[in-house]
């Protein structure tokens, strides 16, 4: 019965992202966060029965997300979003036929820290160019891809947090609630979310210049 309750709020919860995309998203990955956690994993069979259909539940609400990002105006960001979703989709494809969690190392999901860090740029900066030089270009795509790589790393080959003895929830925790969940979340996305601040802020000061000249 939790199973199909988690299904069902797995399905509906996404659907939010057509309205609101980045809070959408945020609810759909903390589900993905914590329904392991109702599951009952006492074998390899059932781990196996468990990533098959949190993958598919994955590809479902990024999919949906991938779908209004078709929508951007920005060709890079267009083309980039394209590129990581169906990397990653191919990826869960793959997973559902050999069943080694391994080969998502490969096919990392890129497309849901770089779908949240395009929008909130967007929003931040009233819709600015994010891709706007090459050299802040390869700092966004490398603040972005490298983190990620590193969690999938931990999570499908090592199978376990960079710390030690640190529940699986927390190797991508949405909300830290510890010394250890803050030092994994500062690792994770810190890298990602100070580059992202950078940006902005190089935004604002640019506009800020821009009036100062002309008043």
């Given at each position: 019965?939790?199973?199909?309750?988690?299904?069902v709020?797995?399905?509906?919860?996404?659907?939010?992202i057509?309205?609101?995309?980045?809070?959408?998203?945020l609810?759909?990955?903390y589900?993905?966060?914590?329904?392991?956690?109702?599951?009952?994993?006492?074998?390899?069979?059932?781990?196996?029965?468990?990533?098959?259909?949190?993958?598919?539940?994955?590809?479902?609400?990024?999919?949906?997300?991938?779908?209004?990002?078709?929508?951007?105006?920005?060709?890079?960001?267009?083309?980039?979003?394209?590129?990581?979703?169906?990397?990653?989709?191919?990826?869960?494809?793959?997973?559902?036929?050999?069943?080694?969690?391994?080969?998502?190392?490969?096919?990392?999901?890129?497309?849901?820290?770089?779908?949240?860090?395009?929008?909130?740029?967007?929003?931040?900066?009233?819709?600015?160019?994010?891709?706007?030089?090459?050299?802040?270009?390869?700092?966004?795509?490398?603040?972005?891809?490298?983190?990620?790589?590193?969690?999938?790393?931990?999570?499908?080959?090592?199978?376990?947090?960079?710390?030690?003895?640190?529940?699986?929830?927390?190797?991508?925790?949405?909300?830290?609630?510890?010394?250890?969940?803050?030092?994994i979340?500062?690792?994770?996305?810190?890298?990602?979310?100070?580059?992202?601040?950078?940006?902005?802020?190089?935004?604002?000061?640019?506009?800020?210049?821009?009036?100062?000249?002309?008043?």
């Amino acid at each position: 019965m939790e199973i199909l309750i988690l299904t069902v709020f797995r399905l509906l919860i996404p659907l939010t992202i057509l309205r609101w995309p980045i809070i959408g998203v945020l609810a759909s990955m903390y589900l993905d966060l914590q329904d392991f956690n109702y599951f009952t994993i006492r074998t390899e069979q059932d781990m196996a029965n468990y990533q098959a259909w949190d993958k598919i539940m994955d590809i479902y609400y990024l999919a949906i997300a991938f779908y209004t990002s078709l929508s951007w105006k920005e060709t890079l960001a267009r083309k980039l979003s394209i590129f990581f979703f169906s990397l990653r989709a191919f990826g869960v494809l793959v997973l559902l036929f050999v069943h080694s969690r391994e080969l998502l190392l490969f096919f990392p999901n890129i497309f849901e820290n770089f779908f949240l860090f395009y929008l909130l740029f967007k929003t931040f900066t009233n819709n600015a160019r994010l891709f706007d030089n090459v050299p802040a270009t390869i700092v966004i795509l490398v603040s972005i891809i490298i983190p990620k790589t590193i969690a999938e790393y931990y999570l499908h080959v090592l199978l376990s947090p960079p710390i030690f003895n640190l529940p699986r929830t927390v190797i991508t925790p949405v909300f830290p609630t510890s010394i250890e969940d803050l030092t994994i979340y500062t690792l994770y996305i810190g890298p990602t979310i100070a580059v992202l601040i950078w940006r902005i802020i190089a935004v604002k000061k640019l506009r800020l210049k821009t009036e100062l000249l002309f008043f």
